[in-house]
């Protein structure tokens, strides 16, 4: 399958794959997925969860024989990436919630990821082990010592094989540099250092030193009572390791050039599309806030996800979007009752495929929505379990803003707010999507013909 | 845009999310919180522009100068932005402010004093009517824009100010302040009120004799920030600031401000003492805000004013006083 495939929406039929998680009805806070990832090859799919665990699934071998089960991700690791903490000098819970995981490109036969709660960043090491030594001098085969004074003669441990395990160890971790919940962090493309957010402060690390980082970005006001916005999401540039970008509750993108000073407080671009005064509203704030920025794969593009559009903005026009996409437009007339149950605080992600010509992003209901920007075609498709037969291919849904309800689709007011889907990943090469339902991850592929 | 609640409703919904966001796991989300009190900005330009409205309408009807209920002599508020913020980018601000804050006040001056919790029910309860998208659309009208885009909203008070009709206007304000955490009562005196309504009111800008007054007394209180009136004062009136509101040893803006800078070095997470502050009372604008520290327990005094000061960090929780 190229990278530039199936990317017109009639070309591509999504089929049900896999679910992973729980079918019971009562969720467990806990295991509400937090971040979804693939890595660079897409081989790994790695999740985090509100009870700080990850969960990492492989994709297996492709086999000749069921051709059409074009490779299943299965658990791979598990661990316990972060534990609540409580931090006593301020009396504040630090939540275990994993925010965001970011894997490191392979360098040799170990996996490498970045997990972050609201305060630290951990770099885990994620190894296989198929290999036991046996034969030791001074320990028998259960481990027990064995008496020096008894032992006759010598022999060289040999590796034997052993039943595959996958370890997971911390092998770094980046603590008491955010005073601000930690938002976005972000690998860097010299695969040395890599960034993470707050909502007041960016801050670079090197992978090597956990003892100290350089602070690249300082919003926040002498005065606390100035402050008037904060820091949303921050990435760095795909391919300029000097170039990142981030993002603010006011709707705006800020580009900064880390070669220009150490401290980027000043922007090289500041994207921003002036409000629509017809628009505005009680919670004009509110929407306008940014919850995701990402970098195109080309570099040439960003996207940015505020709470009802997905916009896509060329770095080189600063003074709008070259696209708007409108996700749910039908809310904006719910926006006091989303207020009221605080749904209109939802941080939705956003995502490009692999060869940036179409963008999915979440919605409420287990909806979410893909755009093909050549085609300009959109499709809503749901996460649920009815859907989820082996192989069934997912029917487009509608919601019906009113007037005459058709038989397949949704009515605004029937919409379920609480199954909202906040988390997806697209594979960096091929048409198969990972959707964080809640509990659940669904995985969806493009059918095979 | 349909709106089923209406502006006093949307400030109670807002002040309850800020003061649960206190207990919730994790400390205080700093980017929630802003937000929320950016509605709670929104919502009060309009709840106190409508108010104002109506004292206006009703001042046309009792134009003998009949006592008349009303709020705020001039509404703080969204133009009552900190000094910082009038750098903001908002050229429609400016206009939106002097259009509409004070307006009333410059029209005649015949507002006359008001106990608040007398104001007409349907005031309080005003729905959102279509008035207000109408609200936010026009420049010049009383916009939201009017705050200055800043995160000082929530800045909630009403300085009563009592002119005599049609004489000399003269102010003597007292203001009764309900603290809903130790749920003490102190009265606001002449001396600082009276500074704060002149320094807002053109009538009346004689400061008053002995306005120079030594430090707040023992019961009263500091609710908010005095360095406000300077700024909106010198945008809209041009007046040199009747009375010197900022930077007297009085009343301590500048010392306050001082220190509140210098806790915020030593305390970084100033996003924590946020949400220390609000509680809702009856409705929305018939309590006190309390900007204490969550844990703290000192008996109110003339200490608490410093402490205050001290305890001031939380960016945009705010005051809210109660006749």
Same mark, same amino acid.
């Given at each position: 399958f190229l990278a530039g495939f199936g990317s017109l929406m009639q070309d591509v039929l999504w089929c049900f794959s896999q679910v992973k998680g729980t079918i019971d009805v009562g969720v467990t806070e806990a295991d509400i997925i937090s971040t979804v990832e693939f890595n660079h090859t897409g081989e790994l799919l790695a999740t985090g969860d509100k009870g700080g665990r990850v969960v990492i699934f492989q994709r297996e071998q492709e086999s000749k024989n069921q051709p059409h089960r074009r490779g299943e991700y299965n658990v791979y690791s598990t661990f316990q990436s972060h534990e609540p903490e409580f931090d006593y000098l301020k009396s504040l819970e630090i939540e275990e919630k994993i925010n965001k995981i970011r894997w490191l490109p392979q360098q040799n036969a170990a996996y490498f990821l970045l997990s972050t709660n609201d305060k630290t960043v951990k770099l885990w090491k994620v190894s296989e082990r198929d290999k036991r030594p046996e034969g030791y001098n001074l320990k028998d085969e259960d481990g027990r010592l064995r008496d020096p004074s008894m032992i006759t003669m010598l022999r060289v441990p040999v590796l034997r094989p052993m039943d595959l395990m996958v370890e997971a160890t911390p092998r770094r971790v980046f603590a008491n540099a955010h005073t601000y919940h930690i938002n976005s962090i972000s690998v860097n493309s010299d695969y040395e250092t890599y960034m993470s957010a707050d909502d007041l402060r960016i801050n670079l690390w090197n992978f090597e030193i956990t003892n100290q980082s350089f602070n690249i970005v300082d919003i926040k006001p002498a005065n606390m009572e100035e402050l008037t916005e904060v820091i949303t999401a921050a990435e760095f540039h795909p391919h300029h390791c000097n170039t990142f970008v981030y993002s603010s509750s006011k709707g705006t993108i800020r580009l900064c050039d880390m070669r220009t000073a150490a401290l980027c407080d000043r922007h090289a671009k500041f994207f921003e599309e002036p409000e629509d005064p017809s628009n505005r509203s009680f919670f004009s704030e509110i929407i306008s806030s940014i919850s995701d920025v990402k970098f195109s794969h080309s570099g040439r593009y960003i996207m940015t996800r505020d709470y009802l559009t997905v916009k896509v903005w060329d770095l080189n026009m600063e003074n709008r979007p070259i696209e708007t996409y409108q996700v749910h437009d039908y809310l904006r007339s719910k926006l006091c009752s989303l207020y009221e149950n605080d749904c209109i605080f939802d941080k939705f992600e956003c995502v490009w495929n692999g060869s940036d010509s179409v963008i999915m992003t979440g919605s409420y209901n287990n909806f979410f929505r893909m755009f093909d920007r050549n085609t300009k075609r959109d499709v809503t498709l749901e996460a649920s379990r009815e859907n989820s037969k082996p192989r069934a291919i997912l029917k487009p849904r509608k919601v019906c803003v009113g007037g005459k309800r058709r038989k397949d689709e949704i009515s605004v007011d029937s919409l379920d707010f609480s199954k909202k889907i906040l988390h997806t990943a697209w594979h960096p090469s091929e048409n198969i999507i990972a959707v964080a339902a809640t509990n659940n991850l669904y995985i969806f592929q493009d059918k095979v013909n | 845009m349909e709106c089923t609640l209406d502006a006093q409703s949307l400030i109670s919904i807002s002040l309850r999310k800020i003061h649960s966001s206190r207990t919730q796991r994790g400390g205080i989300k700093l980017h929630k919180n802003l937000l929320v009190s950016y509605v709670l900005r929104n919502a009060r330009q309009l709840y106190l522009s409508e108010r104002y409205a109506e004292l206006y309408r009703r001042q046309q009807h009792y134009p003998d100068g009949a006592p008349l209920l009303a709020m705020p002599?001039? &509404?703080? #508020? +969204?133009? +009552?932005? #900190?000094?910082?913020?009038?750098?903001? &980018?908002? #050229? +429609?601000d400016t206009q939106d402010r002097e259009a509409r804050s004070c307006g009333a006040a410059r029209g005649g001056a015949e507002l006359l004093e008001v106990p608040v919790c007398a104001a007409p029910p349907e005031l309080q309860r005003a729905p959102c009517r279509d008035s207000s998208p109408g609200f936010y659309r026009a420049p010049g009208s009383a916009g939201p824009g009017g705050g200055g885009g800043g995160a000082a909203p929530g800045l909630l008070y009403a300085a009563g100010c009592d002119f005599g009709s049609g004489g000399a206007p003269h102010c003597s304000s007292r203001t009764t302040v309900l603290d809903l955490d130790t749920h003490v009562v102190t009265t606001v005196e002449n001396g600082y009120l009276h500074q704060d309504c002149c320094s807002q009111c053109p009538c009346c800008c004689q400061p008053a004799p002995g306005l120079a007054s030594p430090p707040p007394a023992p019961g009263t209180k500091r609710k908010y920030y005095p360095g406000q009136e300077e700024e909106e004062e010198g945008v809209e009136e041009g007046e040199p600031g009747g009375g010197g509101v900022a930077g007297g040893p009085p009343f301590a803006p500048c010392t306050k401000r001082a220190r509140f800078e210098e806790y915020s070095a030593e305390h970084p997470q100033d996003s924590s003492n946020i949400s220390n502050l609000i509680s809702i009372f009856g409705s929305g604008f018939t309590g006190l805000v309390s900007r204490q520290q969550a844990d703290s327990e000192q008996p109110l005094n003339g200490q608490l004013c410093s402490k205050q000061a001290l305890a001031s960090l939380g960016a945009w929780t705010r005051a809210i006083v109660a006749f």
């Open positions: - | 002599v001039c &509404p703080p #508020p +969204a133009a +009552a932005a #900190p000094p910082e913020l009038a750098a903001l &980018p908002l #050229p +429609a």
